[in-house]
């Protein structure tokens, strides 16, 4: 589970960019505080996506990326797109309606678990006993927060079930992607299933949004500008890159400190209160991580 310095240095990036990134989310879709309503959320995440392809397609023209796809591979790269980006994103940006960015951000990250539970069932992945702690360590976590959510009389376990999910779901993608044999560059790779997953959120923004478009204020221009050019047009393809050259718990794992900064930049920025569940949850990632990662004696 080693990483190379080149890996560990875009992990920081995608580390920073999706954490600081939950928060943006929910003041764009929330257009706090100039709207007076709600930003639809899947208008949202399309115009996010279409200001960051020609950005993605310009920096793939001047590194000389071919982006042909033979025909024979259209159907894998379908079925990547779904599983790694199109149920993942379409999900979490609506059910963020109704959670703190922070919380929503500890459910996402429930991916690892399910990554190591996707290996070990399905792909023939060897666990060792400290690999299996991190993951119940992970789980433990999530309990608490589903057990409050459905405790609340203002909770949305709807919401959080939703995110928990599509976070199995984006598990079992990146396992899909680590064993790809498309001969394809991986950044090539990248720009389509971002253009696949654009076009389909723009179809069901126009399908259930479109009675709500209205001109986005100024606080949800900024969000879909960072969503563009940050998230998709960088963190996006990072996480591409690590999750085609790692192994699937490697990568997963890796990611979990994002959670931890979007809990606490959610608190500073939004002023979302925290609960003893979510700080609970926070250590047992912080657990997860190093019984994870930090190498075996010898």
């Not at 399905?122 to 991190?134: S, T, Y």
């Not at 993608?173 to 654009?198: K, Q």
């Not at 723009?202 to 563009?228: C, D, G, K, M, Y």
């Amino acid at each position: 589970m080693g990483f190379t310095r080149r890996q560990l240095a875009l992990l920081v990036v995608l580390t920073l960019i999706w954490g600081l990134n939950w928060p943006v989310m929910k003041l764009g879709i929330s257009g706090w505080p100039q709207a007076p309503a709600p930003y639809p959320p899947l208008t949202f995440r399309a115009l996010s996506i279409a200001l960051a392809l020609p950005v993605l397609a310009l920096g793939l023209r001047m590194l000389r990326v071919p982006l042909g796809i033979p025909r024979a591979h259209w159907a894998e790269l379908l079925r990547l797109t779904a599983s790694n980006m199109l149920v993942w994103h379409l999900v979490l940006v609506v059910a963020l309606q109704s959670l703190s960015s922070g919380r929503a951000a500890i459910l996402g990250y429930t991916m690892p678990i399910f990554s190591a539970l996707w290996g070990a069932a399905v792909f023939g992945d060897h666990l060792w006993p400290r690999q299996w702690a991190g993951v119940a360590a992970c789980a433990l976590g999530v309990l608490l927060l589903l057990v409050h959510e459905f405790g609340r009389l203002a909770g949305a376990p709807w919401a959080a079930l939703a995110i928990v999910g599509s976070a199995c779901v984006w598990a079992y993608g990146t396992h899909r992607l680590r064993r790809s044999t498309m001969p394809v560059p991986t950044l090539a790779v990248a720009f389509w299933m971002t253009l696949l997953t654009g076009v389909a959120v723009t179809l069901a923004a126009w399908l259930f949004e479109r009675a709500q478009w209205q001109w986005p204020s100024p606080t949800v221009q900024a969000a879909i500008a960072f969503n563009a050019f940050a998230v998709f047009a960088v963190a996006q393809v990072i996480w591409i890159v690590l999750a085609r050259s790692l192994p699937p718990l490697a990568s997963t794992i890796s990611v979990m400190m994002i959670p931890v900064l979007g809990v606490f930049s959610g608190a500073l920025a939004l002023g979302e209160r925290l609960h003893w569940q979510d700080f609970a949850a926070v250590g047992l990632l912080i657990a997860a991580i190093a019984a994870v990662l930090l190498p075996r004696r010898r």
